[in-house]
């Protein structure tokens, strides 16, 4: 796997962001040689793009950071949407081809691999969500830079946080990413943490010990954290009501959902939702 050693002693420079929508089925990535680097964080779809003679399928979830330089094209059409980053670094960007996610040489630098699968794509599309809407409400070169810079931030902690389970034994790694996957997947319902135990056979306490020790926060922590990140997503993306997003994350009361998204955030979901509403979307 290439990784990108980016030093952040300085912002990187911000140039654009946006969302691209395929407006069909037929659409291919057009052809060009990149003259910065862009990440492509894909949400919906497959999007198919070639980078000089290596052939990339980024799925659901998944991104990609392209380097200056390269000849950038897709190879495949395909219905897909994802969102974009263009920016540039002012000092020299080291790559390293290594198995594991390497080490930062320095605190002031972060490790982004070429590809791969982000730990919470959500948040990442909630951080460029809030960069394309402060670069159309005050277009302060500053204060994108930083936010561009945080997107990377962002990106790396969720791939150094991945590290954590290095200690874990194989079959204690099952298990969390077993209940980090039922979460995901019943992130719909009214998740406990007794119920998940129940669901794996295994005794409450001794599971909220093996999660906490893997992700450094508690079982039922994680779950509300998931939701909330969940519901920022589509505060930010999606025309759903309040009462609506509560409902798909599995609160049985709109005031319980209120109530846990304004503890996390000091903002009601429509104040949320106002403060970021200036999304730059792309057909072309």
């Known amino acids: 796997m290439i990784y990108y050693m980016v030093p952040l002693n300085k912002p990187l420079q911000y140039h ?18 990149l003259t910065d680097y862009e990440l492509i964080v894909v949400t919906q779809g497959t999007a198919y793009l070639q980078l000089e003679d290596r052939q990339y399928a980024v799925g659901e ?8 330089f390269q000849r950038q094209f897709g190879f495949k059409s395909s219905l897909c949407a994802f969102y974009w980053l263009h920016f540039s670094c002012a000092e020299p960007v080291q790559t390293v081809t290594t198995d594991a996610f390497p080490e930062a040489p320095t605190d002031n630098t972060v490790c982004i691999p070429l590809t791969g699968r982000a730990e919470n794509p959500d948040k990442l599309i909630v951080l460029m969500k809030h960069l394309q809407d402060d670069a159309r409400s005050y277009g302060n070169p500053l204060q994108n830079s930083y936010l561009c810079s945080s997107v990377l931030c962002e990106l790396h902690c969720q791939f150094a946080e991945s590290t ?16 980090q996957d039922y979460v ?8 406990r943490v ?3 135990a129940a669901h794996f056979g295994y005794n409450r306490r001794y599971l909220s010990a093996l999660f906490h020790s893997a992700a450094g926060i508690s079982l ?39 109530r846990a998204f304004k503890q996390d ?11 970021y509403a200036k999304r730059l979307l792309f057909y072309r």
């Open 16 to 33: 654009m962001t946006g969302k691209f929508q395929a407006p069909s089925a037929d659409w291919q990535h057009f052809h060009r040689r």
């Open 265 to 275: 955030t000091g903002l009601t979901p429509s104040q949320y939702r106002n403060a």
């Open 164 to 179: 954590r389970t290095a200690a874990l034994t194989r079959r204690q790694k099952q298990i969390f990413y077993d209940i």
């Open 61 to 68: 979830g998944a991104f990609l950071l392209c380097a200056p």
């Open 194 to 196: 007794s119920a998940i």
């Open 220 to 258: 039922k922590a994680y779950i509300t954290q998931q939701k909330l990140e969940e519901a920022k997503y589509l505060l930010c993306d999606t025309n759903n009501t309040v009462a609506e997003i509560a409902a798909k994350l599995g609160y049985k009361d709109c005031r319980t959902f209120l």
């Open 184 to 191: 995901k997947w019943h992130s719909s319902t009214d998740l």
